[in-house]
């Protein structure tokens, strides 16, 4: 194993410690912010059913590892696309922006093979289409409206019930879908890594073309992420749990459940989403059904922004570190 590849496992477990508690306050602000959970409680939840999410496929690993890039690449453009979305990550995460993980290394991944080929027609723009550009945009549209349909009935289903009453059973069920989420968000975001590891593997020799995520791979990320989220991103979650609308328990419920659908269903079909984007979008429309004015949209706007923004950005660093490995090497 060549010391180049050794730089990639080694930060593409930063990467996945650092979108474990990067993306933390996706599955449980709502909880915490609802007080249906304590802190410690809810980050011990989340830890483990990342954990488990992480091990269960890894249709969206395959995505990384086959669906983006179309010709052979060196190990150190793995290692540049890995430190263009550590950056970016931990910038976003010092400024206190939800912004996307997944995106973030994609479009690294994406401007560190550019740089390397020096053109495009080495990315194979079809799958970037498919898997990355129009799930970018049908995600949290999806997760908007299933959140804002679901509201809608809740609020008609318990409206004469008290609010109390109806609060208390809801803080108990969030329970089941913060555990929901979480487990999602490890099924989706922890198979990024995999396969960025899986395919410095293969660009290393190590592994043959068209092989699977090695076992040992998958548990290091599902430890590595679990670990991650044990850490926690409360800078972010006080953005994620409130600062994007008031939300009660009933809320917090609706949020996390209809979150966790839509990002179950592109991990189905191998689509390495945002799960930032789905979660945000499902707490706007939750507030949206209340009133369309309780959503603070001066924020929701900042957010949608750092989303459009983090494939170019990423990919503008992902090409530079290309460039600054090259004068070493």
């Known amino acids: 194993m ?9 930060f593409a477990l930063v990467f996945e410690f650092i979108n474990g508690f990067h993306d933390t306050a996706n599955a449980i602000a709502t909880t915490v912010y609802t007080r249906a959970l304590s802190v410690g409680k809810a980050i011990a939840l989340a830890a483990g059913m990342n954990f488990l999410g992480a091990l269960v496929s890894e249709n969206v690993a395959r995505t990384i590892t086959e669906g983006l890039i179309g010709v052979q690449i060196e190990e150190y453009v793995v290692l540049a696309a890995l430190i ?28 560190a093979c550019i740089v390397y080929t020096m ?19 049908t995600s949290p549209i999806m997760g908007f409206f299933l959140a804002f349909t679901m509201m809608k009935l809740v609020n008609k289903a318990f409206a004469r019930l008290a609010r109390n009453k109806v609060n208390g059973v809801f803080r108990r069920l ?61 800078k972010i979650m006080k953005t994620m749990g409130g600062g994007v609308t008031k939300l009660n328990s009933a809320g917090g419920f609706v949020a996390q459940t209809a979150s966790a659908a839509v990002i179950e269903s592109m991990s189905f079909i191998g689509a390495p989403i945002s799960t930032t984007q789905v979660i945000s979008s499902a707490v706007m429309g939750v507030g949206s059904a209340k009133r369309f004015k309780s959503v603070k949209w001066k924020i929701a706007g900042d ?10 950005v990423a990919a503008l660093l992902g090409g530079l570190a290309v460039v600054i490995i090259q004068l070493f090497i």
């Open 119 to 137: 053109g495009i027609d080495g990315i194979k723009w079809e799958g970037v289409l498919s898997k990355i550009v129009i799930p970018l945009f």
């Open 2 to 10: 060549s010391l180049t590849l050794i730089c990639v496992l080694v």
């Open 303 to 312: 957010i949608a922004l750092t989303w459009i923004v983090t494939l170019p």
């Open 84 to 111: 263009g979305a550590i950056i970016w990550n931990l910038f976003t995460w010092w400024r206190a922006i939800p912004s996307s993980s997944s995106h973030a290394l994609i479009g690294a991944l994406i401007g």
């Open 174 to 234: 969030q329970l089941f879908s913060a555990a929901l989420v979480a487990f999602s968000h490890g099924n989706n975001d922890a198979q990024k890594t995999m396969g960025i590891i899986t395919l410095a593997l293969i660009t290393g020799g190590i592994l043959p073309v068209g092989t699977g995520v090695p076992i040992w791979v998958k548990a290091l990320c599902a430890a590595t992420i679990a670990l991650g989220t044990s850490i926690g991103g409360w």
